[in-house]
């Protein structure tokens, strides 16, 4: 809930000021993506492993999360914007009853900035390569037979990178996008009874997102629409 709440803030103070400032940076507001997201992990974790094995909890491979990202064209060939996504998966023990007494499950919040650099910029049709930046919330918990764990790491700087393409209408298109996201977490905090010896655990990987981009914005967050607290 604090992370949704600091998310919320963010993104309130982010569309109440480049509105502002729209004319002087000459901002046009471009689009929204909605998009689904899987990521496969590059590293497996020998010591989660070896807890996870312990109670037969099946490997972890991959997380698949939801979000969307605005973006404001500052030129024919760049964008930019911010993109949020959230991830909430984990995996059972074999043949588990419902509910599962013995799992792992991963959460995660992410809230970052983007810039894309548009290679083809059609009306159909579009080619970027792009790099992000921002701060994410991530907590990893176990729970098994022989105790309890959980992992918590926060305000911790991640970085994507990758291409997306995508076809359609001047007003919809569809896109995949692929590329690779870091989130090396290390320094975390640990509570429970099991799985003291581990303070790294990595969730990067390569991921593929599919999705719907709305081009134009809807007239309450252009610039001059904005009405906060208002009609």
């Known amino acids: 809930m604090k992370t949704l709440m600091t998310i919320n803030v963010f993104l309130n103070v982010l569309f109440m000021n480049i509105p502002a400032h729209a004319k002087e940076f000459n901002l046009k507001w471009s689009e929204v993506r909605f998009f689904l997201s899987d990521t496969t992990f590059a590293n497996k974790d020998e010591n989660l492993g070896a807890l996870m094995q312990a109670e037969q909890i099946e490997e972890l491979k991959k997380v698949t999360g ?23 998966n ?19 919040y992410s809230a970052g900035l983007t810039g894309r650099v548009m290679l ?13 930046l921002g701060l994410s919330n991530n907590t990893v918990e176990l729970r098994t037979t022989m105790g309890n764990a959980k992992w918590d790491k926060n305000s911790h700087f991640y970085q994507r990178a990758g291409a997306s393409t995508g076809f359609g209408g001047s007003s919809f298109k569809m896109f ?13 905090k640990h509570e429970g009874a099991i799985g003291q010896n581990i303070n790294e655990i990595d969730l990067s990987g390569p991921y ?13 967050i252009k610039p001059g629409g904005l009405s906060i607290g208002g009609k």
């Open 176 to 188: 995949v996008e692929g590329g690779y996201e870091n989130f090396k977490l290390d320094n975390l």
């Open 208 to 220: 593929v997102s599919v999705g719907l981009i709305i081009s134009g914005l809807p007239s309450w």
């Open 90 to 108: 984990g995996s059972n023990k074999k043949e588990a009853p419902f509910p599962a007494t013995e799992y792992l499950s991963v959460q995660q």
């Open 120 to 132: 083809v910029n059609k009306e159909n049709f579009f080619f970027d390569v792009f790099g992000e």
């Open 66 to 88: 939801f979000g969307l990202e605005v973006d404001a064209e500052l030129s024919s060939w760049f964008k930019a914007g911010t993109k949020i996504k959230g991830v909430f």
